[in-house]
């Protein structure tokens, strides 16, 4: 924050010309707390520099998810221990900052698997067409969900696959089976798994769809 008051003006300007975010942390020191034994530890050895480096990753859980991913992203960051102790007969505290360093990684996490998924940059699909089903959430091209949803009646045994991105090398499966452009994938009663393959260069991005067959 820059803070300037020209001469000839009553009132000063304040410009905002760069960001160096912090996020102070109290936590109760619990015995076997994985949390804490990993912080402890640093506290312990008064670890420095690469020492106290590592990576959060911040989950926008009030958005919707696709599936079980919810728009997340992940920073690197240091961590600074302040002070470990406090009063007597109270529970021990050890407090410590995360700084966050450089800028964050834009992507998707899944609580349940405890997976992060960078956003992609020249692997999003300019089509993606799954039979006649309606994909959740539909698919577009100004979206960055990798993983999808759809259901079929009994009575669809398969679902022809097609997706397009011009200069990209594309391996479409249904389970581990190999389905080429505009062919047919068999469906199974239930849930079965469908990937897309996306490789551009050194990027690669698979794309998740899950398409649910009834039972009768």
Do not use: C
Not at 34 to 53: F, P, Q
Not at 91 to 107: E, L, R
Not at 165 to 189: D, E, F, M, R
């Amino acid at each position: 924050m820059t803070d300037e008051t020209y001469i000839h003006e009553d009132n000063a300007s304040k410009v905002v010309d760069g960001y160096a975010p912090e996020f102070p942390v109290e936590m109760t020191a619990i015995n076997g707390s994985a949390v804490y034994e990993y912080i402890d530890a640093m506290r312990k050895a008064r670890s420095t520099l690469g020492d106290v480096e590592t990576e959060i990753v911040n989950v926008w859980l009030y958005k919707t998810p696709a599936l079980t991913y919810y728009l997340a992203e992940k920073q690197a960051v240091s961590l600074q221990i302040e002070d470990f102790g406090g009063d007597g007969g109270v529970a021990a505290k050890i407090n410590f900052t995360i700084n966050y360093q450089g800028d964050p990684v834009q992507g998707e996490f899944s609580p349940t698997d405890l997976a992060f998924m960078a956003k992609p940059i020249n692997t999003i699909l300019t089509t993606l067409v799954i039979g006649s089903v309606t994909l959740t959430p539909l698919f577009a091209t100004d979206k960055t969900w990798l993983h999808y949803a759809g259901s079929v009646s009994n009575i669809t045994e398969d679902v022809t696959m097609t997706s397009t991105l011009s200069g990209a090398t594309i391996l479409q499966k249904v389970g581990t089976s190999t389905v080429t452009q505009g062919n047919p994938a068999a469906l199974s009663v239930g849930v079965n798994h469908l990937t897309v393959k996306v490789t551009v260069g050194t990027e690669i991005v698979t794309y998740y769809i899950d398409i649910t067959r009834a039972a009768s």
